[in-house]
């Protein structure tokens, strides 16, 4: 079984331009989440689509972020226009059911670096 | 709100023996699940184990398992026969209630061989 799919793996872009990354999940995953992952901290929770509804978005900031899951398989975030501070990794996980207690599985993460 | 408390910044172990990664948290609700990620240099998340706050029994799956104390919030992860390939960092992470889940800042574990 194929795993959480990432692309791109780096990206480096100077502040104020904008950036878009994309994920795909495991097949057959009805919920995809979207984590910043700032060096030296665990990952923190951006948004998460169940299916292709926003179920959580309380910690993306809306006015640079946007995420969208088209069709709910495939998604995209990206940022516009990007700063210092949005310098981290941006991992993609997927989960079957997006219980409360489910196993979340995570791609390998889109290292941004902004100028 | 929860809080995950991961003490130790980095652990070091001689191949082939065991080593504990130490884990707090902190939530209201009753009902929550605990799990533990291993994130090698790769960067990619890979889930390790899972307990649930109502399992009787410590988790287990291979080398790795989960040394809960529901009274004390500590879910410690134990690792045994540590292999050179085990360095990475671990985190925990808990999710409870409609809350969404939260990871400690983690600990990076370094195998001697």
């Known amino acids: 079984e194929a795993g959480v799919a990432q692309s791109p793996r780096y990206k480096i872009i100077e502040k104020r331009q904008s950036v878009a990354f994309w994920c795909n999940p495991i097949?057959?995953?009805?919920?995809l989440y979207w984590y910043q992952q700032i060096l030296g901290q665990g990952p923190k929770l951006l948004i998460q689509?169940?299916?292709?509804?926003?179920?959580?978005d309380s910690q993306l900031p809306k006015d640079r972020f946007s995420a969208e899951r088209l069709k709910g398989v495939d998604s995209t975030l990206k940022i516009q226009p990007a700063k210092l501070e949005d310098s981290a990794v941006y991992l993609c996980?997927?989960?079957?059911?997006?219980?409360?207690?489910?196993?979340?599985?995570f791609g390998p993460g889109t290292r941004l670096t902004v100028l | 709100a929860q809080k995950i408390t991961q003490t130790q910044p980095g652990m070091f172990v001689q191949e082939k023996e065991a080593v504990t990664l130490d884990c707090t948290y902190d939530?209201?609700?009753?009902?929550?699940?605990l799990f533990w990620y291993k994130q090698p240099s790769s960067g990619e998340m890979i889930f390790l184990i899972y307990?649930?706050?109502?399992?009787?029994q410590n988790a287990t799956e291979g080398r790795y398992s989960l040394n809960f104390q529901k009274a004390r919030k500590s879910a410690n992860l134990v690792i045994s026969a540590s292999q050179l390939g085990d360095s990475a960092m671990y985190f925990c992470?808990?999710?409870?209630?409609?809350?969404?889940?939260?990871f400690g800042a983690g600990t990076r574990l370094t195998v001697k061989p």
């Open positions: 689509f169940q299916n292709n509804g926003v179920v959580d």
């Open positions: 996980a997927s989960s079957p059911s997006g219980g409360r207690r489910d196993t979340q599985y």
């Open positions: 992470a808990t999710q409870a209630g409609d809350n969404d889940m939260r």
């Open positions: 939530t209201s609700d009753q009902s929550y699940g």
């Open positions: 307990q649930g706050s109502y399992d009787e």
């Open positions: 097949s057959g995953h009805a919920t």
